[in-house]
C-alpha cells in the first residue's frame, strides 16, 4: 500500500516522524499507569484510618449512623 510512496520520502523525515511517534507512545503508556496508580489509590484508600471521630477523639464503631447529618438543622 505505501511501497509506492516510500521511495520519495526521505530518511530523515522517516526517522524524525517514527521516533516522534514512538516517544509520543512512551509519554502515554506512562501516563495511562500513573493515571491507573491514583486511581487505585484513590478508590483502594487506607481501611485503618477513621472518617469521622467524635470529640474525644476515639474512632466511631463500624456500625454507627449519624441521626442528624446536617449541623444546626432543626
Request: hydrophobic share 40%; proline share 7%; glycine share 6%.
Amino acid at each position: 500500500m505505501f511501497s509506492s510512496v516510500r521511495h520519495e520520502i526521505s530518511a530523515a523525515y522517516w526517522i524524525i516522524y517514527m521516533s516522534g511517534h514512538v516517544v509520543l507512545t512512551l509519554l502515554n503508556a506512562i501516563w495511562l499507569t500513573k493515571m491507573i496508580r491514583s486511581l487505585r489509590k484513590r478508590f483502594e484508600g487506607d481501611d485503618k484510618k477513621p472518617i469521622l471521630t467524635p470529640t474525644n477523639g476515639q474512632p466511631l464503631p463500624a456500625n454507627y449512623t449519624d441521626t442528624n447529618p446536617v449541623q444546626g438543622a432543626a
